[in-house]
Nanobody
């Protein structure tokens, strides 16, 4: 059984910063991918950023240059440093783990950016 626990969401003014964390527990393969997706009200869930255990990263265009994804493989933890936040970044952010052929999701954490 794999579980993902997220933390770090909240309310911030435009231009501010937040850091999200997600820790995975359970039976996790040494090679995997962890990342973040977000879902704004009335919209589909979309990719924000992912990082494999070997270090490969992928960012969505709207967040390039503003967000940084990092990992601590020993702790099975992924972080998302979000800088220069914009109101358009307001969404529920979900942690994702691709473990073998299975996708796992966290419960989601709300990020609200006020203008």
């Amino acid at each position: 059984q794999v579980q993902l626990v997220e933390s770090g969401g909240g309310l911030v003014q435009a231009g501010g910063s937040l850091r999200l964390s997600c820790t995975a527990s359970g039976s996790i393969f040494s090679f995997n991918s962890m990342g973040w997706y977000r879902q704004a009200p009335g919209k589909q869930r979309v990719l924000v950023a992912t990082r494999t255990s070997s270090g490969s990263t992928n960012y969505a265009d709207p967040v390039k240059g503003r967000f940084t994804i990092s990992r601590d493989n020993a702790k099975n933890t992924v972080y998302l440093q979000m800088n220069s936040l914009e109101p358009e970044d307001t969404a529920v952010y979900y942690c994702n783990l691709v473990n073998g052929v299975t996708n796992y999701w966290g419960q989601g954490t709300q990020v609200t950016v006020s203008s």
